[in-house]
């Protein structure tokens, strides 16, 4: 049997400061892949405006599932991998169980960044491997 192998986004630099927007950011030289198919390139991140946000079942907000405070208990600003933009809604992956779980979060709540950065986790190996888009960075 294969050994088995999770993708996790890996944000490595320019985090907001809680409750502020930064300026525009120049273009980068590289152009990182659209990984999400969202036309994001690289990974979007949602990292939390504010004290928090609140986590909605639906796209048009709906029933409330929870409200994620920023820091989180560990003093770490929150942050969502985006599975899919909407605009004014994001659907991100929630740091809750089960494991794999979605809500939606109002796009005016968080500030989306991207990166091209992913760990690649072999649980057969014991093994992790960063990658920068394609190329493979350093394994760990």
Same mark, same amino acid.
């Given at each position: 049997?294969?050994?088995?192998?999770?993708?996790?986004?890996?944000?490595?630099? =320019?985090?907001?400061?809680?409750?502020?927007?930064?300026?525009?950011?120049?273009?980068?030289?590289?152009?990182?892949? #659209?990984?999400?198919?969202? =036309?994001?390139?690289? $990974?979007?991140?949602?990292?939390?405006?504010? *004290?928090?946000?609140?986590?909605?079942?639906?796209?048009?907000?709906?029933?409330?599932?929870?409200?994620?405070?920023?820091?989180?208990?560990?003093?770490?600003?929150?942050?969502?991998?985006?599975?899919?933009?909407?605009?004014?809604?994001?659907?991100?992956?929630?740091?809750?169980?089960?494991?794999?779980?979605?809500?939606?979060?109002?796009?005016?709540?968080?500030?989306?960044?991207?990166?091209?950065?992913? $760990?690649?986790? *072999?649980?057969? *190996?014991?093994?992790?491997?960063?990658? #920068?888009? *394609?190329?493979?960075?350093?394994?760990?």
């Amino acid at each position: 049997m294969p050994p088995a192998r999770a993708r996790v986004a890996c944000p490595v630099a =320019g985090r907001p400061r809680a409750g502020t927007r930064p300026a525009d950011e120049p273009a980068s030289e590289e152009a990182p892949v #659209d990984t999400a198919g969202n =036309g994001v390139e690289g $990974v979007e991140i949602a990292t939390v405006l504010g *004290d928090g946000a609140d986590v909605h079942a639906g796209p048009g907000g709906g029933e409330m599932l929870h409200t994620l405070t920023s820091p989180n208990g560990f003093g770490v600003e929150r942050a969502f991998p985006v599975q899919r933009n909407e605009g004014e809604r994001l659907q991100v992956l929630l740091p809750v169980r089960p494991n794999g779980g979605t809500g939606w979060v109002r796009s005016e709540e968080v500030w989306p960044t991207s990166t091209a950065y992913r $760990v690649e986790v *072999d649980t057969g *190996d014991f093994e992790c491997t960063v990658f #920068d888009g *394609d190329e493979e960075c350093a394994p760990v």
